[in-house]
């Protein structure tokens, strides 16, 4: 086997048992491979071991990967910022936008997604720990966005999404992820059908999962660590 083949079949392996200790069917928890920085040789041999879903945080670098992957029906999800510059090519090339915490760039989206193509899946980003600097609407708005995001065309809103910052231990990751989890409760006992609660990588998936995560996020444990960004 090869190693991403085999980091696959052990990341798979952790979320099987994530879920069994949690007391949760092992479909409730969907695996998206994070391939920012990789080429398409590493997309193209994850896809090959069954792999079908796969974020990208760089927006650039990811279109230019898609197009050299064109013949493979590969489901592409954004997970980094997205600018107003940006919008149109999200809209174009993505299946799933993770990152959505404004509603200018909701907005921009509805707009721009091409009428021949399917909804674009939208999750609202969450600040949920309150990092200063970070991206993610405030716990206390996102219901606010969401319910707008809701009503625009060409979108499906299916949840939120978090990126906490990193936990000393199991109890402290799952406390943050806790949190996450009674939001998503919140939005949807307000009437919102929302499915997908887009947390959890590489460090806390276990967590995560424990605290009710449908789709986990995780590069490194596939694919390697990362070199810096420069
Ligand atoms: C890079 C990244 C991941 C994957 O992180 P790993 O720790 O490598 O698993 C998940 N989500 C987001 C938003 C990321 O930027």
Not at 79 to 92: D, F, H, M, Y
Not at 145 to 171: N, S, Y
Not at 201 to 230: C, N, Q, W, Y
Request: hydrophobic residues 45%.
């Amino acid at each position: 086997m090869t190693t991403i083949r085999n980091n696959l079949h052990s990341v798979r392996e952790r979320i099987a048992s994530a879920c069994k200790a949690a007391g949760r069917p092992v479909e409730e928890v969907t695996l998206l491979a994070v391939s920012k920085t990789f080429g398409p040789d590493a997309v193209r041999e994850a896809a090959d071991a069954g792999q079908a879903a796969f974020g990208e945080n760089y927006i650039q670098e990811a279109v230019e990967k898609m197009a050299l992957l064109g013949g493979l029906p590969l489901e592409w999800h954004c997970i980094g910022p997205i600018q107003s510059n940006k919008t149109r090519l999200v809209a174009g090339h993505f299946d799933w936008a993770h990152t959505v915490d404004r509603l200018k760039i909701a907005q921009r989206l509805a707009e721009q997604r091409p009428e021949g193509l399917p909804l674009l899946n939208v999750c609202v980003q969450v600040n949920i720990d309150g990092g200063a600097s970070k991206s993610g609407v405030a716990p206390e708005e996102a219901l606010a966005l969401a319910r707008e995001v809701a009503h625009l065309p060409r979108l499906r809103l299916r949840g939120l999404m978090t990126i906490p910052e990193p936990q000393p231990d199991f109890a402290a990751q799952k406390a943050v992820h806790q949190k996450a989890r009674r939001l998503f409760d919140q939005l949807r006992d307000a009437g919102l059908a929302l499915d997908t609660l887009s947390m959890g990588m590489t460090a806390d998936l276990e967590a995560a999962i424990h605290a009710g995560s449908t789709m986990v996020r995780v590069g490194t444990a596939i694919f390697g660590g990362r070199a810096p960004k420069v």
